[in-house]
């Protein structure tokens, strides 16, 4: 027989076998004098165990119910809050790529990690361990931009057609999957700008 364990996980992982009845929710802060917001899903009762919270960064252009729509962590993702902060005027501030909230120095680093703060004080369930990250295109950007400055923050990071905008010389802690390809017009594989 296997030993019993001695520490029990702060979270549970989310699993494709779990059905879960999904509710809907909108959040707000005001961050940096901007008030902000986000979507959020999660299930319709409150779990009787900490559940992980995942974070989507949605790409330039396209408003938080369409990233939840095109994602769709929910048809796949056992119990969970699935986070889909809003960025500022349609685009994430990961640095010299990024229009208006670059050039206005927005801090989206800041802003996210204030979500994630107001998600585990305001969701009873929401585990206190590290989050989830994903992100796509400027949002995949973004995220690596905080599994850099934000180090243990984030259990694990999924970026799609994305590279990095600034180097960064903190250790990597979180895993990260990048995914991105040669024939993306938007996205320089190798030397060239970000």
């Known amino acids: 027989s296997e030993p019993a364990s001695t520490t029990a996980p702060t979270a549970v992982i989310p699993t494709t076998t779990s059905r879960v009845s999904w509710v809907e929710r909108k959040g707000s802060l005001t961050y940096q004098g901007l008030s902000r917001e986000y979507l959020m899903f ?5 779990q009787a165990t900490r559940i992980p919270v995942v974070v989507e960064l949605a790409g330039c252009c396209i408003d938080v119910a369409q990233e939840a729509g095109r994602a ?8 969970a809050i699935v986070v889909y902060p809003s960025y ?3 685009n994430w501030n990961a640095g010299a ?6 050039t ?4 989206d680093v800041g802003f996210v990690t204030a979500v994630l703060d107001q998600v585990r004080t305001t969701q009873p369930d929401a585990s206190p361990g590290p ?3 994903a992100g796509y295109s400027n949002g995949g950007k973004l995220a690596m931009e905080l599994a850099c400055r934000q180090t243990g923050q984030f259990a694990a990071v999924a970026v799609y057609g994305a590279t990095r905008t600034s180097s960064c010389t903190g250790p990597p802690p979180e895993s990260v999957l990048v995914m991105a390809g040669t024939a993306d017009p938007e996205v320089a594989i190798g030397p060239g700008p970000p």
């Open 42 to 46: 999660r299930p319709a009762h409150v």
């Open 72 to 79: 769709n962590f929910r048809a796949v993702a056992g119990p």
């Open 88 to 90: 500022y005027e349609e």
């Open 97 to 102: 790529c990024c229009g208006p909230p670059a």
């Open 104 to 107: 206005s120095g927005v801090d």
């Open 131 to 133: 989050a989830y990250l």
